[in-house]
């Protein structure tokens, strides 16, 4: 999809799906439901939103080995999550690494964002299969939710495991390889490098990668606990196995959507399709996503004007490169 006017077409179109979505719910009801969010409701999504922002945004530092200022590394993630929305392809990790350049070399900063997502979707993974664990066997009444959040993280975690052997046989350089064009050449001796340190990482620094996911983890909870949270507030009590299968499948979503030229409005529409999927009421779905995305907005806006005041995207002087190979 890369003729411009395509990509505008469908991005339109998912808009005016939403458009059409929320008048099916009825803008009366939409109104009602974050009325009953409230201020203080906002607020504190806003606060556990912050906090997971500010853990993402650790794992990043320690990803680029402690190389760049804290801000400076909550702003060039939250920068990222921006252009995520808006671009197609999670184009967001490519200006991460272009923005995370001004205070590493160009490999070591790509290296340090490979890092930072492999570690992503290991936090991720994890922390979902631990909770449907704990769901299936402290929560009888609710197994049949547990067991079917317990199978996506297995799936979700065996995506991580292949992504790793990709890594490590640097599949993606030698899949350019092919291509046989001058202009690539650059590129793919740049991606081969930042596989092989990638990888390096994981297997000759475990201590800090096991930091990276811990704090990802923990990031992990706090968007669970935003969901949870956005759920009790629009007056849906549901039990914890079945809000951790909504949260593990809507974040399975997201590698779908990920194809697509803009997040708004598919994001709505494919959760809109989970509750329908799931037996619950399908105009929450998507009244649960408006208010995530409400939250998410104000958390990227916060940091990035933040940023900017504070000149977190100015770049230093540049560190040595960082030494994958050495052991911790």
């Given amino acids: 999809m890369n003729k411009p006017w395509l990509k505008g077409s469908v991005s339109l179109a998912a808009l005016a799906g939403l458009f059409w979505l929320l008048s099916r719910i009825g803008w009366d009801e939409v109104g009602l439901r974050l009325g009953q969010v409230g201020v203080a409701g906002f607020a ?45 392809g999670e184009a967001g990790e490519v200006f991460k690494a272009s923005l995370l350049a001004r205070h590493l070399p160009s490999r070591e900063a790509t290296s340090a964002v490979v890092v930072w997502n492999m ?17 299936f066997a402290f929560l009888p009444a609710d197994r049949y939710a547990a067991a079917w959040a317990l199978g996506l993280a297995a799936f979700n975690l065996s995506l991580y495991f292949a992504l790793n052997a990709v890594l490590k046989r640097r599949w993606i ?12 050449a650059r590129l793919i001796d740049h991606i081969r490098d930042a596989e092989g340190k ?32 956005a759920l009790r507030f629009l007056g849906y009590g549901y039990a914890f196995p079945l809000c951790l299968l909504i949260y593990t499948l809507t974040e399975l979503a997201t590698y779908a959507v990920a194809l697509l030229p803009t997040k708004i409005g598919t994001t709505e529409g494919s959760t809109y399709l989970i509750f329908e999927f799931l037996g619950l009421q399908g105009p929450l779905g998507a009244i649960l996503q408006i208010v995530l995305r409400i ?30 190979n050495a052991t911790t």
């Fill in 173 to 184: 350089g030698r899949a350019l390889s092919v291509l046989k064009r001058p202009y690539v």
């Fill in 198 to 229: 990638a990888a390096a990482f994981s297997g000759r620094r475990p201590g800090d990668y096991a930091s990276i996911a811990a704090f990802q983890a923990c990031a992990r909870v706090a968007g669970f606990a935003t969901l949870w949270l």
């Fill in 44 to 88: 504190l999504l806003c606060l556990t939103g912050l906090a997971e922002a500010a853990l993402d945004g650790a794992a990043l530092r320690k990803a680029a080995s402690g190389c760049l200022p804290f801000l400076a590394a909550l702003f060039i993630n939250q920068a990222g999550a921006a252009v995520n929305i808006l671009v197609p």
């Fill in 295 to 324: 939250k998410q907005l104000a958390i990227v806006s916060l940091f990035l004007i933040a940023g900017i005041l504070t000149r977190g995207t100015r770049g230093e002087t540049r560190v040595a490169p960082v030494d994958y």
């Fill in 119 to 135: 570690a992503f979707r290991l936090s991720k993974s994890l922390v979902i299969l631990l909770a449907s664990c704990a769901a």
